[in-house]
């Protein structure tokens, strides 16, 4: 598995990915780094397949006893099945995740960490001096949804929001955006199932001050690519199925 540093500062962002060895069959999935003071936050950490190459990727940068949080956006597999394994070998951390998932994320495997529900409207919190924004995304795709907002680093961890499915060792950064557009309309029309949830979304983003917006699949968006990303999402009818 692949690692990067995306942000250096007076915190770290580092993304894992681009995983050669995993199954065929499996997506792609971008896992995400959050380092302040000596303590480090795992971003939707992945299934349980990516595991032993996560976790060395991970030991690479930390050490496990530095590991004191997790946060899974929302409950689907590629996201936080790993979650029984990660219980094992860091377990006096905390999960920060929407309350309303907490009965189904515990069948993954939760004996030691903490289940720190986040209530609808978000929140923050602190990983050492560093304060980080639980942003509401419901419904998008998942009915009780969050992302991560770092004002420091200006960087928004979006979840499934600009998500593209590719295979491969493609580039870091989306770097022709209506090239990119083809791998990122089906899977948006298809997988986000409100128009109303997605404007309230963007209002909701354009408040902030984004440089680098990652998706948990697929390429980052940065700079003027993100409010070119705003803008077509905010055109784009979705909820595809039902019409």
């Known amino acids: 598995m692949k690692a990067q540093k995306i942000y250096q500062g007076n915190h770290d962002w580092v993304l894992f990915g681009r995983d050669p060895h995993k199954p065929d069959k499996i997506i792609d999935t971008n896992q995400y780094m959050i380092v302040a003071d000596g303590q480090a936050l795992l971003l939707d950490p ?16 930390v050490k496990p006893e530095q590991v004191t ?36 994320i515990r069948h993954f495997g939760m004996e030691n960490i903490e289940y720190s529900p986040i209530k609808d409207e978000g929140g923050s919190f602190k990983l050492g001096s560093l304060e980080l924004q ?8 998942s009915s009780g949804n969050m992302h991560i907002y ?32 083809d791998k990122m309309r089906y899977f948006h029309q298809r997988w986000m199932p409100s128009n109303q949830a997605k404007q309230n979304w963007i209002n909701r983003v354009r408040q902030l001050d984004i440089e680098f917006m990652c998706p948990q699949h697929g390429r ?14 905010e055109a784009l009818e979705v909820g595809i199925a039902v019409n």
Do not use: C, R
């Open 46 to 61: 992945g299934g349980i397949e990516l595991f032993s190459s996560m976790f060395a990727s991970v030991l690479k940068h």
């Open 69 to 104: 949080a997790l946060f899974a956006s929302h409950q689907d597999p590629d996201i936080i099945s790993s979650l029984g394994l990660w219980d094992q070998v860091i377990p006096n951390a905390k999960l920060y995740s929407p309350w309303l998932w907490e009965g189904f």
């Open 134 to 141: 639980f942003i509401p995304a419901h419904y998008l795709h």
């Open 150 to 181: 770092d004002p420091v680093a200006k960087i928004l961890f979006s979840g499934d929001i600009g998500a593209a499915l590719e295979h491969g060792d493609f580039p870091l950064y989306v770097e022709d955006f209506d090239q990119q557009i």
């Open 220 to 233: 980052i968006f940065k700079g003027e690519q993100v409010q070119t990303f705003l803008n077509w999402f």
